[in-house]
């Protein structure tokens, strides 16, 4: 369980490291604006700007869905690319405690995570998967890390 623990937290932080180090290779997508209750405020709420990327050479395409309170908003094939890629969707959520669910079919994995929403967020969802054959085999799993502040694709 601790090592399980360690492993995401690590793949969380790779995940930041990597759209920072590797921002200069993207190309950004202004994304789907979300619809249904948390944007039914219009410019009410806080901004949250969500980049997703499948990070796994050996599932390409993979399936992704994103939801945030039920509310699907993500639902589509990402290449790995140079795993380099980070697709951006511009949200709104409102003040609170917020439940990000991601899953894949093709990938074989789920995630679950509630974060606060206080101002604006910065956030990431990752697709990993390495197979016992790699010199670092990684389980098939969802990262998920926020920021506070913008995260710096340049």
């Not at 790995?80 to 949200?91: I, P």
Request: net charge negative.
């Amino acid at each position: 369980m601790r090592i399980a623990r360690l492993v995401l937290i690590s793949m969380a932080m790779l995940s930041i490291l990597c759209i920072v180090a590797c921002a200069g290779n993207q190309r950004q997508s202004a994304g789907p604006v979300a619809s249904g209750p948390e944007a039914a405020a219009g410019e009410e709420g806080f901004a949250f700007t969500l980049y997703v990327s499948n990070q796994c050479p050996t599932v390409s395409p993979v399936d992704i869905r994103v939801w945030i309170d039920e509310e699907i908003v993500v639902d589509e094939q990402f290449e790995v690319g140079n795993q380099h890629v980070w697709k951006k969707f511009e949200l709104r959520l409102p003040e609170g405690e917020h439940t990000l669910r991601a899953g894949s079919t093709s990938g074989e994995a789920d995630f679950e995570k509630t974060f606060e929403v206080v101002g604006d967020l910065w956030a990431t969802v990752g697709y990993w998967y390495y197979s016992e054959e790699h010199y670092n085999p990684t389980p098939r799993q969802f990262s998920f890390a926020t920021s506070e502040e913008p995260i710096n694709f340049q």
